[in-house]
């Protein structure tokens, strides 16, 4: 006779009635779902946008109220996720066109991602061919937000960026760290790699894991992270680094994930507005300044930071092009520009520098991906 297997610990397989009677239940939620985002907006379309405030402000209050009365199954990320198109989708359904975003494109890269991260694919992504043009098209006001690499972990300060912060009149109003997973992708597999293709800086942030694991391949840099995908979609003896959504979107296997040399590898990325940002109470200041070329003046800046007690979290020194030995110093510290301690430190600072610009006060970041 033989031994009955048991069944002690395992889950039982629900009957074809009861998988049907569970989906009509979810297909039920769905409508119910469904029916209470269109009385949010609704609501929402009523208040003439002063319920939610800026995107910007809005997806991140909304997502933290959210988060905290969470209890699961669902992880904080994907409440976050959730409640940021969320707001994103009711925000357009007030406007005849979504909020506009540019960002360092094309789509797919790492400055499309962190758009999404903030602002939800909801809101209008606009991608543009240079760092340049995101400050141009918020100077100009055909977008509202724009969203440009500031630093990375590993390869530190982005000069584009700085550059142009130094003759664009436009507000840093947010900040927004995200961690940089970069994986190796193509058609496979991975001994036929003959060419490695990415952006310069991505390229750098994988050199030692290259040069153990791909020897043999050679390395090219291209224009961006998703452009080297779109040749590895081509040729299979080319590989990209990229990020998994890029895979995704082209076709290709994720060979290798995770290539990055630092697991800690975070781009942190500036959300510029026309309009400064509202404190929060857990905000940063940045500056930026030139001061005189005289010995002492540098650390009579920093004295002015010591003797108000605030926290100096960033420091770059930047060349004034077309003027050898002139500096511009970009200075961010703990506080909001509108505090007590703030205000008196830039008083003092703007007596001792030759120029002096207030680039936004901001809530201060986490590391998200």
Known sequence: MAKKKSTKGS????????????????????????????????????????????????????????????????????VEAIYREIVAGCRAAQTATPTRIAYLGPEHTFSHIAAIERFGKASDLVPVGSIRAVFEEVEQGLAAYGIVPLENSTDGRVSDTLDCFSWAKVSICGELPLRIHHCLIGLGPRAKVRSVQSKPQALSQCRSWLTKHLPQAVVEPVASTAGAARTAALDAQVAAIASRQAATEYGLKVLVPNIEDHEDNVTRFAIIAKEPAAPTGNDKTALMLEISHKPGALADVMAVFKRNRLNMTWIESFPIAGSRGRYLFFIEFVSHATELRARRAIASLEKKAKRLVLLGSYAQGEPIG
């Open 11 to 78: 889950t039982p397989k629900p009957s074809p009635k009861g998988l049907a009677a569970a989906r009509r239940e979810v297909d039920k939620l769905d409508r119910q779902i469904l029916d209470l985002l269109t009385q949010r907006a609704e609501k929402t379309a009523t208040l003439d946008g002063t319920l939610d405030g800026t995107l910007d402000d809005a997806a991140s209050d909304v997502a933290e109220k959210a988060i905290s009365k969470n209890r699961g199954p669902l992880g904080d990320r994907a």
